[in-house]
């Protein structure tokens, strides 16, 4: 059973350039979620997905972040018009679909995004 | 509005000490707690979960311990290896969704031969 997957594993952009981060969950999990980890800072949660619907983007800059998690294929995290400040590893991490309360979150090996 | 905190920073044992990694939160109506291992680098490997009827979790040399009435969380790793060196975090829900993590800053945890 693959666990979380995320590509491309680095990436590099310059100034104004889309970043797309991929994020396939693991087998059978239909939860999704994304956290950001600044350099010298803690991770901090961003948005969290189930299939088709947003649940909790209370996390997400205002502008030029956006997120998806479709019926089929991976999730997206996408982010416009990059900045230097973006530069940051961003995780992804599932859950099952029963959405308990004890369900532990599994993480994916992160997207290490550097804006030059 | 949760907020987690871990202490120490930093910590640097010799191999075969018996450790503790503290953990607080602010939000005494946590439902669970899991503790997380990060390699430099590296995504998070789930070490425990502590749901919040129990009161600690073991896993091999790995033991955690909530206790909410003070907020507080533990984790106790024993006859600690080089291998053990990573650094550390916990992280209980925060927000109205219950799939929102809030982390701690983490302890970074070297175990010297």
């Known amino acids: 059973n693959a666990g979380v997957m995320q590509n491309p594993r680095h990436l590099v952009r310059r100034r104004g350039q889309e970043a797309r981060l991929r994020c396939s969950p693991m087998k059978g999990h239909s939860h999704v979620y994304w956290y950001r980890q600044l350099p010298e800072e803690g991770l901090k949660f961003m948005v969290y997905?189930?299939?088709?619907?947003?649940?909790?983007e209370s996390g997400m800059p205002k502008e030029r972040f956006s997120a998806e998690f479709p019926k089929e294929g991976p999730s997206i995290l996408r982010i416009q018009q990059v900045v230097r400040g973006d530069s940051a590893a961003y995780f992804c991490?599932?859950?099952?679909?029963?959405?308990?309360?004890?369900?532990?979150?599994?993480f994916g090996p992160g997207t290490r995004l550097t804006v030059l | 509005k949760q907020e987690v905190t871990q202490i120490p920073a930093a910590l640097s044992v010799p191999e075969g000490e018996n450790l503790v990694l503290n953990c607080s939160f602010t939000?005494?109506?946590?439902?669970?707690l899991q503790w997380f291992r990060q390699d430099p680098g590296k995504g998070l490997t789930s070490l425990l979960l502590i749901q919040s009827s129990q009161r600690e979790q073991t896993s091999g040399r790995l033991n955690a311990s909530l206790d909410k009435s003070s907020g507080r969380s533990t984790l106790y790793i024993a006859a600690s290896q080089p291998g053990d060196s990573a650094t550390y975090l916990c992280?209980?829900?925060?927000?109205?969704?219950?799939?929102?993590?809030?982390f701690g800053q983490g302890t970074i945890l070297t175990v010297h031969p």
């Open positions: 991490a599932s859950s099952p679909p029963t959405g308990g309360l004890t369900d532990t979150q599994y």
């Open positions: 997905l189930q299939k088709e619907n947003i649940i909790d």
């Open positions: 992280a209980g829900p925060g927000g109205t969704s219950y799939g929102k993590l809030t």
């Open positions: 939000d005494s109506a946590i439902y669970n």
